[in-house]
């Protein structure tokens, strides 16, 4: 599916495609999340579709998307890991999710979101090792709103830039969560030390 088939498919089916091409996210739709998030965003621009139940739509599709994996985890176990394993470059993803979660424990789940692929394989890992739905849920579902919210508003004032600008990400993703890192410690800095400037 390219950019302009979903634009189609969203003038066509409204906020349901929106959903949709999120939730099959999980067995590799070939246009990227985070550009489907935007297009989210940026339909709302355009007067297709109204903003806050795009964004909701949006956010249910991302967060019911990465469950159905961890629910396939959960009870199917390391049968779907050993296929997913022996498609095209999946063992580095599962490589690098599994040193995720090893290094990071259960904030392998928030990181993740922000990595390309490595987000749809840290789900299913987390339901193989037996993690609790509702500590699931804690940590993904969290992320999964700031995630959205951040990709749906980038969306909105990006427009028509929004392929170029995803696919960039998408490519780039590990860079773009150290800038936002970076920029958002430098937010808080700033914020403090205005505060404490104003104290004195």
């Known amino acids: 599916m390219e950019y302009s088939q979903l634009l189609e498919w969203i003038e066509h089916a409204g906020y349901a495609a929106l959903f949709f091409a999120l939730w099959l996210g999980i067995v590799g739709m070939p246009i990227p999340d985070e550009v489907i998030v935007m297009t989210g965003g940026a339909v709302t621009t355009m007067g297709l579709l109204k903003p806050v139940p795009a964004f909701l739509v949006t956010y249910l599709g991302v967060v019911t998307g990465l469950s159905l994996g961890y629910v396939l985890g959960k009870f199917a176990g390391a049968p779907i890991l050993d296929k997913i394993r022996r498609k095209k470059n999946m063992d ?71 392929p170029q600008v995803g696919m960039l990400i998408y490519k780039y993703g590990i860079y773009f969560l150290w800038l936002l890192s970076t920029l958002a410690a430098i937010y808080i800095l700033f914020k403090l030390t205005s505060i404490r400037s104003r104290e004195r």
């Not at 424990?105 to 299913?124: D, I, K, Q, T």
């Not at 090792?129 to 709103?145: E, L, P, Q, V």
Request: glycine residues 8%.
């Open 92 to 162: 580095k993803y599962i490589r690098i999710s599994e040193n995720l979660i090893q290094k990071y424990g259960n904030f392998a789940l928030s990181f993740s979101y922000f990595l390309p692929v490595v987000r749809h394989v840290v789900p299913y890992l987390a339901g193989i090792n037996n993690m609790s739905f509702w500590r699931y849920a804690c940590y993904s579902y969290i992320t999964g709103f700031v995630w959205t919210l951040l990709f749906f508003m980038l969306g909105r004032f990006l427009g028509s830039d929004v």
